[in-house]
């Protein structure tokens, strides 16, 4: 049973370049959440897609933007990139989007760098 | 707002000891859930356990439980007999999930606490 995959799993972009990341589920889950971690520091929430639509978004620019597809996989989109995008991208799924106990499990991250 | 507050940015034990990592949780929701991650040097988080809001008994995982006492709104987790492998960046996350609430399905984490269990 494979677990959440990311892709790619480094990445060297400049400023002003766009970027897109890439997450397939794990099996059996329908939701997916994405996350940008900065060095030292705990995940921040970027938004979550349920059924192809973003259900729910933290406060990132719209410069941050997504997809979900029928397969449940989903993309990241970051447009316009800044030296303070460089971070970890997480990308977590799980089996159902506000259900007590539906926990996350995480895939490996992205590492982005903008120089 | 939730918010999630680890006062310990690093813990040592000593091998085959046990350790308490520190989470206090604010929301305003009934309704949540309460977890705790793992993450190793990799990058990779790992899920240890969770805890339900209206959860009567403090959860356990093996050699990880959770310290949940809902009136101070903390949920520490304990690990018992600490391991070599246990050396890493822990993080506590919580999620509110009452339907009502408009930031239901969200997820917020603490700035974690490092681990460094020594042989």
């Known amino acids: 049973d494979a677990g959440v995959t990311q892709s790619p799993t480094h990445l060297i972009k400049t400023r002003g370049q766009q970027v897109t990341l890439r997450c397939s589920p794990k099996s059996g889950h329908d939701t997916v959440s994405w996350y940008q971690q900065a060095l030292g520091q705990g995940p921040q929430f970027i ?14 620019p719209d410069r941050f933007s997504g997809h979900q597809f ?46 | ?22 989470c206090t949780y604010d929301t305003s929701d009934p309704s949540y859930g309460l977890f705790w991650y793992k ?31 809902k009136a101070r709104k903390s949920a ?5 007999a600490s391991q070599l492998g246990d050396s890493a960046m822990y993080f506590c996350a919580m999620r509110e999930t009452a339907r009502s609430n408009t930031n239901a399905g969200k997820s917020t984490f603490g700035d974690g606490t490092t681990l460094t269990v020594k042989p």
Request: aromatic share 12%.
């Open chain 2, 1 to 22: 707002a939730q918010k999630i507050t680890q006062t310990q940015p690093g813990m040592f034990v000593q091998e085959k000891e046990a350790v308490t990592l520190d």
């Open chain 1, 70 to 115: 029928p397969n449940y996989s989903s993309e990241l989109n970051v447009n316009a990139l800044l030296l303070g995008d460089s971070a970890l991208y997480l990308c977590a799924s799980s089996p159902g989007w506000t259900g007590v106990g539906e926990t996350q499990y995480f895939g490996p991250g992205t590492r982005l760098l903008v120089l």
């Open chain 1, 47 to 60: 938004f979550q897609y349920y059924e192809e639509e973003e259900r729910q978004r933290g406060n990132f």
């Open chain 2, 39 to 69: 993450q190793p040097s990799s990058g990779e988080m790992i899920f240890l356990i969770y805890q339900g809001s209206y959860d009567q008994q403090n959860a356990t995982e093996g050699r990880y439980s959770l310290n949940f006492q």
């Open chain 2, 76 to 80: 520490n987790l304990v690990i018992s």
